[in-house]
């Protein structure tokens, strides 16, 4: 069968967890194919919420399998702690997940090093979310990492000391201070939990899985304008949010792809630093982030709001190949008597249609304004219902991407979405 995407298409943040978790009844496997603990997936149902980290949003639907896979990067502290919460809530989550042995670990010295790499660039950090994500996926990239298939390795406390040595190495060039044992004790008794789940050659379990005829919903983190070569750089995540990542992050060829689901809130927001043409600086941006609860759910970090941006959720679309898209926290904008939309950009005096390559570019988006629709969505669960207002948004976004909202949701739970 067929491999599904789910992306988010703006700065993150979307809403992704939600959309898989409601996906995932339609689906026998679920998995995670990029990222780490910098991502944070929250779902409501039946009047639990929790937010996952790194195991697949499926893992609450009793039929499916979730897989983390060998794109991912995991913490194994991270990773017991969401697995304990989940177990708490009487998820048998070992019976429910597996994982990769090609995915990276990610170790408490690197998270030392991504605080003092954050630490020494001043004014110009990035806005990490301190997580060890970018140090992980650098000892990769320079073959030095360490995989979760090593921990099974008889001589796996000669590799871990190995690279921690290396690390140690590596920091004296910072004026940080730091503790090389923190964390550490804590680190390996999670590696030892880490080694009571399935521990698997994952390429090949999906690509069996697929043989089989079941459909694999690929689940992204982050969202594309964060992806390392087409985001806003420097201001970028550490992998590739985009489509082609599930492939690479999955082992899977890209002609099993079928239908990919982006991701998008009604209107923008973004977390940390990096430009942000739609930003809203006065009263209607505090009232996004109050109605949206806009706080990272990593990180708690307020995220900097603003209106819907057409020039780079049409980017986003034209690099995913997006065949559906779905349109997250509409009810978030019930209460505003006007409603924004960027439909070009203004940079050196000319008009662009397209997401500049200069990410530190002075950028003055074109608005096209709607009429609110002033009315609680939150209730409604039939399109019919829904306010002529909000579908004649919904039709023009259709109409300047040429996709079709196949989804709306009208607030966090579960119940709380309208399939078109």
Known sequence: MTLDVVLGLQWGDEGKGKIVDVLAD????????????????SLHFEGNKIVLH????????????????????????????????????????????VISRKAHLILPTHRT???????????????????GITPTYMDKIGRNGLRVGDILAPD???????LKEQHIEYLRQYDFEYDPMQN????????????????????????????SGKTVLAEGAQGLMLDIDFGSYPFVTSSSTACAGACIG??????????????FKAYCTRVGSGPFPTEIFDEKGEELRRRGFEFGATTGRPRRTGWLDLVALKYAI?????????????????????IKVATSYIVDGQKYSQVPYDSSSEVTPVYREFPGWKRDLTGIREEGKLPHEFISYVHFIEQ?????????????????????
């Not at 499926?58 to 017991?80: M, S, Y």
């Not at 004014?123 to 979310?129: L, P």
């Not at 796996?156 to 190995?162: A, E, G, H, K, S």
Request: charged fraction near 25%; glycine fraction near 10%.
């Open 318 to 338: 034209m690099i995913n190949g997006v065949t559906d898209l779905i349109m997250m926290k509409s009810d978030v904008l019930d209460t505003f008597d006007t």
């Open 113 to 131: 090093i991504d605080a003092a790499q954050e630490a020494a660039k001043g004014a110009g950090k990035i806005g990490s979310t301190l997580k």
């Open 54 to 97: 790194t195991v697949p949003s499926g893992v609450f639907r009793t039929k499916a399998t979730n897989i983390i896979g060998n794109g991912v990067v995991l913490d194994p502290i991270i990773f017991k702690g969401e697995c304990e919460a989940i177990i708490k809530m009487g998820v048998p989550v070992r019976n429910r997940l």
């Open 156 to 162: 796996f406390l000669v590799r871990y000391n190995t």
């Open 250 to 263: 999955l082992g899977v060829s890209p002609k099993r792809v079928s239908r990919v689901y982006g991701i």
């Open 184 to 211: 550490e004790a804590e680190w390996l008794e999670a590696v030892e939990y880490l080694r009571s789940f399935n521990i698997v050659d994952s390429e090949y379990l999906v690509n069996d899985l697929l043989n």
């Open 400 to 420: 300047e991407t040429g996709i079709p909202i196949k989804i709306i949701s009208i607030g966090p739970d579960r119940d709380q979405t309208i399939i078109r």
């Open 26 to 41: 339609r689906y026998p496997v679920i998995a995670r194919f990029q990222g780490g603990p910098n991502a944070g997936h």
